[in-house]
T-cell receptor, first 111, second 116 residues
Framework: DQQVKQNSPSLSVQEGRISILNCDYT??????FLWYKKYPAEGPTFLIS?????DKNEDGRFTVFLNKSAKHLSLHIVPSQPGDSAVYFC??????????FGPGTRLSVLP | DAGVIQSPRHEVTEMGQEVTLRCKPI?????LFWYRQTMMRGLELLIY????????DSGMPEDRFSAKMPNASFSTLKIQPSEPRDSAVYFC??????????????FGPGTRLLVL
């Protein structure tokens, strides 16, 4: 029973366009969400987070949107660059340190 | 700081053998996590420690898996006996002291385990 779902295993986007990665969760107690990025042969690295008291958080080209009623969050990357090609993990928790990760979405940004 | 250090980076072993994965967290971090990544299940939390004490081991798949943290700078994840279905990438991560919203985890490069 996956509490955090990323239903698109992969996504391809043209360089310069917007990338939208989606994440759904089932546990309404989750109140903190993160996105991690992972390159091959490396560990995941933190990208951006959002608390449940917000519906949007922006950091440069990266914006995360949270829709609590739909239990849905999304990561927007604008404009997409070839260096953004990686696996993106959505993660959630309800306080503390126990994060639940989604299965990941592989983003390919085509030049 | 060198970041989270894991060894070995790659391990190939035969079914039934004991496997020991090692992790050195970032100095000063009070939390240490072991994760497993597979194609089917993605990234799963196996166990985490706070100040060297195991807090939540509900993700450990079965008794063949055990984890220890004898001191603040070292942890091991042991599989005995190993099985082919244990083949995965195992990540160690550490996190700074105060729990709560805003904390992030710093991951090591992972150990790729193949059990034949």
């Amino acid at each position: 029973d996956q509490q955090v779902k990323q239903n698109s295993p992969s996504l391809s986007v043209q360089e310069g366009r917007i990338s939208i990665l989606n994440c759904d969760y089932t546990n309404s107690m989750f109140d903190y969400f993160l996105w991690y990025k992972k390159y091959p042969a490396e560990g995941p690295t933190f990208l951006i987070s959002i608390s449940s008291i917000k519906d949007k958080n922006e950091d440069g080209r990266f914006t995360v949107f949270l829709n609590k009623s739909a239990k849905h969050l999304s990561l927007h990357i604008v404009p997409s660059q070839p260096g953004d090609s990686a696996v993106y993990f959505c993660a959630a928790n309800r306080g503390g340190q126990n994060f639940v990760f989604g299965p990941g979405t592989r983003l390919s940004v085509l030049p | 700081d060198a970041g989270v250090i894991q060894s070995p980076r790659h391990e190939v072993t035969e079914m039934g053998q004991e496997v020991t994965l090692r992790c050195k967290p970032i100095s000063g971090h009070d939390y240490l996590f072991w994760y497993r990544q597979t194609m089917m299940r993605g990234l799963e939390l196996l166990i985490y420690f706070n100040n060297n004490v195991p807090i939540d081991d509900s993700g450990m798949p079965e008794d063949r898996f055990s984890a220890k943290m004898p001191n603040a700078s070292f942890s091991t994840l042991k599989i005995q006996p190993s099985e082919p279905r244990d083949s995965a990438v195992y990540f160690c991560a550490s996190s700074p002291g105060v729990a709560g919203v805003g904390e992030t985890q710093y991951f090591g490069p992972g150990t790729r385990l193949l059990v034949l």
